[in-house]
């Protein structure tokens, strides 16, 4: 979780939302690490887990994620958990829930609808004040300049 | 939507789920179209639609679909629907409906929830046979090999 922190500290620097994500394979091996790049990119979909979740299929060769954990710093928005769905990813371990963007524990909660296609395992809340915080401090900061 | 159903037969041919997807801009320009390539990229979000989202977005320079229309042979998934979202599309004109993969007129049924930041105007079932026809005659080739 450390790694995403670092990666979504990293995005805040480059002017983007800060967010951070960490792909990590059996053994604790970190298979991909991305920060958001909406803004660089020119997309709006290059969201952290969408392009660690990429990387890390990249690096592995395979489609599939199973074994698999996605640490990121703020609660998935309904593309990235619909995209996590495609992915098999094993196990998502988010920082902050966004009661407003979210789509794993607001919203849609598309891992408790029924036939839902794979439910990875979460656990939302990790290191929940520092993610907020950091998402404050970003936002608090565009709003004064 | 005559080069949505291109695209599709074209990612049929390549050995893809038959999906083709065109974003349109006013006037009609085609800004962009693709198919599924899930496979040739090993890729599980490679889906025509973000495909074709996000090569609207670089053919324009913005990063706002907002007067374009995206024209796809099947409903989009969670996935799909949730990045319409965040490309901020004008328009969804689909072909097939999912029942059990869609996201827009199934499953969260993303456009109609309360708080979505976004949502495009949909129109489903155009050439709705058509559509289902070519799935199905991929998915039964497929069983049969």
Redesign the interface.
Known sequence: MSLAFAEARAAASRGEVPVGAVVVGPGGTVLARAGNR?EEL????AHAE?LA??EA??VR????LADCALYVTLEP???????A????IGRILFGAYDP??G?VEH??R?FA?P?C?HRPETIGGLREREAQAMLRAFFGARRMS
């Not at 020119?42 to 979909?45: E, K, L, T, V, W």
């Open positions: 909406t020119h997309d709006p979909s969408m979740l990429r299929v990249r060769g395979g489609q599939r928005c309904p593309m990235c958990a619909g995209a769905v495609h992915f098999r407003k963007g789509g919203g849609p598309l609808r036939g296609l």
